[in-house]
């Protein structure tokens, strides 16, 4: 990939899956957010209105600063510089929800997880527990593919300092609330990647329709927490698992292992259980939203 003094990818030219076209709408306040969330009609609509988005100017002008000035090691890689959207099969019976994409991840290629340490240790242990087709996420359009699951992110822009202000979170809710509910009558098991994820959940999940206990659980690796369904999902309940955050801090520190990250993603498919033969209908392509292809902050445990 040549570079480019482009601060963003524009829609529709070319990058691997890209959701958006030139006449995807963009919203600019919170407000429009919230109208163009609930409106999307599709997963594939809501996705390219999400990597569109310019509401949050602190975050728009981080990404594209990024994107612009670049690490040494991708100085002569584009960077994607636009939202990341969510990512995988469009009924997927796992869920896995991380903070915000990294900047020199996610921000770069396009594609949450992936790019980074971070998305290095994921990916090993989805593959390694049969949820990931390939180890490594390298790039949007690598061939990865999720057979039975979806990446999704709190929010949406790489932040400054990996840390998003309470009001960036707020006005991004709504993209994943609408996210959250399109591929609820599917989902079976939810993986929360570090406490951030965990606590930005918890009023998604309300909003869906999710029954949550009382009081709310506090984060643990491997923590589990049964959800009531929401009556679009049927009667099977759903379980929440907990997992640290496979960044470099808790990588290099020993916090995470390889087999503590290996225990959480066994346990997600088994109580997933098998595909659905038959009953999914992957996206084609091998872009930000397809199922065949936040990296991810390294923030919180």
């Known amino acids: 990939m040549t570079a480019s003094n482009a601060p963003f990818v524009p829609p529709g030219t070319g990058w691997p899956g890209d959701p958006a076209t030139p006449r995807t709408p963009v919203a600019g306040t919170p407000q429009q957010v919230r109208e163009l969330a609930d409106q999307a009609p599709t997963l594939q609509e809501l996705c390219a209105r999400q990597s569109v988005c310019r509401a949050c100017p602190r975050l728009v002008d981080w990404r594209e600063q990024v994107a612009l000035r670049r690490r040494r090691a991708f100085a002569d890689q584009q960077y994607w510089g636009r939202p990341v959207p969510g990512w995988g099969q469009e009924r997927p019976r ?14 770069r290629t396009g594609r949450i997880f992936t790019g980074d340490r971070s998305g290095d240790w994921l990916f090993a242990s989805l593959h390694r527990t049969g949820l990931a087709e390939l180890p490594t996420s390298v790039h949007a359009g690598d061939g990865q593919r999720l057979p039975d699951a979806r990446m999704v992110a709190t929010v949406r822009c790489a932040p400054p300092a990996n840390k998003p202000t309470p009001a960036e979170r707020t006005t991004c809710l709504p993209w994943l609330e609408r996210e959250v509910a399109l591929v609820a009558p599917w989902v079976r098991v939810i993986v929360a ?6 606590q930005g959940l918890w009023p998604v999940l309300r909003q869906v329709g999710y029954r949550i206990p009382r009081p709310r659980p506090a984060f643990g690796h491997g ?79």
Do not use: K
Not at 193 to 198: I, P
Not at 226 to 255: D, I, K, M, W
């Open 193 to 198: 990647l570090g406490g951030y994820a965990w």
């Open 223 to 301: 923590v589990e927490v049964e959800l009531g369904p929401p009556a679009a999902a049927g009667p099977e309940p759903v379980t929440l698992l907990g997992c640290y955050h496979p960044s470099q801090q808790n990588t290099f520190t020993g916090r995470v292992t390889e087999e503590m990250l290996d225990a959480v993603f066994t346990r997600a498919r088994d109580l997933a259980g098998p595909p659905q033969r038959g009953g999914r209908e992957p996206v084609a392509g091998s872009g930000p939203c397809s199922a065949v292809d936040t990296a991810e902050a390294p923030v919180g445990p």
């Open 94 to 107: 796992l869920l896995i929800v991380g903070l915000a994409p990294a900047a020199h991840g996610g921000n």
